[in-house]
C-alpha cells in the first residue's frame, strides 16, 4: 500500500515552490507537482490568476500558498521566503520558471529591453535561488529545477538577446550543481522547446519586429510539467524537450558549421513588420 503510494504520491509530504505558477508551464508545473503529492507555494506578480490557479492546485488535496511577488525584487523576494518557511519549515523543490522572450536582431532590442529580460531570466533566478537555499538545507535530498530553453543551447537569429539569457542561466546551472553536489542538493536543467503559453503575446519585441507563426507543433504546458516532474523524480540532470528541440541541439553539438547555415537561411527569413 505504502509502495503503491509512492508510484501515484511520489511528491508525498514534499513542498515545492513555482515561480511564474500564475500561467503558462509554471501553472502547469504547480498542478503536476500537486497531482504527484507535494504541497505548493505558487509565486507571480498578478494575484487574482495566482489564486485560481491554487485553487486548482489545492482541488487535488494538498496544500496550496500563493504570495506575490516580483522575482526582480529583493524585498518580494524575501517575503516569498519567511512565508514558505512560516508555512511549511523548510522547502523540497524550487522551481525557477518564471521568464520572459525577446524578439529581434541584436542590433535593435533596446538597452532597456535586454536588461529587463535579463533582470528576470537571469538575475531574478539568481536572486530567487540565493534566498531559499537555507530552506532547501533544512530538507535531504532537496532540489533546485531551473528553466531555461532549447534556444538556450544555441544562438539564433532574432533570439540573441532571450538565448543570451538563458545560456547564462545553463552556465549558472552547470556551476551550482557543483557548488551544492556535496551537500546533496541537486540542480536540474529543463530546456522547453516550442510550448504552448502565453509567451509569445508576453515577450518584448524590438521596435518594429514582429514573428511570423512558428511551422512547428508546440507541446503543451502540460506535457512539458509532466516531462519535469518525471525528470525531478529521477534526478535527471538535463532534459531537452521537442524532437525539434533535441535535433537542434544535437545538430549543433556535432555539426555546427552546418547548423550556422541553417541559421543563416533563417535570418534571411525573417522581415521587419510595420514601420
Ligand atoms: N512557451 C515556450 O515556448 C517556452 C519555450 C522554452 C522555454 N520557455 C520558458 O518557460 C518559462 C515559462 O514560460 P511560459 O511559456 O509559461 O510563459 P508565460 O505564459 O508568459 O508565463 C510566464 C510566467 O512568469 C511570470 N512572471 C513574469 N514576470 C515575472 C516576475 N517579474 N516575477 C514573477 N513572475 C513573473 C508570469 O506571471 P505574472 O505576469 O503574473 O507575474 C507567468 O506566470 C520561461 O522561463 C520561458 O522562458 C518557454
Redesign the pocket.
Known sequence: MVRADMKTQPFKGRVVLV?????????AAAKAYAAAGADVVL????LS??EDAAREVASLGVRALPVR????VGDDVARLVAETDAAFAGLDVLVN?????LYGPLEDLGEAQLRQVFE??VF?LWRMTRAALPLLRKRRGSQVVN?????GHRGLPMLGG?CAS?AAVNAMTESLRAELAAEGIRVLLV?????????????LHADGWRQDAIPLK?MS?EEVAAAMVRASRRGHRDTVLTLPGRVMVLANRWAPGLFDRVARRMTADSKKKGS
Open positions: 515561480t511564474g505558477a500564475s500561467g503558462g508551464i509554471g501553472r509565486a507571480a506578480r498578478r490568476q495566482l511577488c516580483d522575482v526582480t520558471n518564471a521568464g520572459q522572450g528576470l531570466n531574478g528553466v531555461s530553453s532549447v534556444l532571450y538563458k530546456s522547453p522547446g516550442f510550448t504552448e503559453s502565453d509567451f509569445r503575446e508576453n515577450r508546440a504546458a
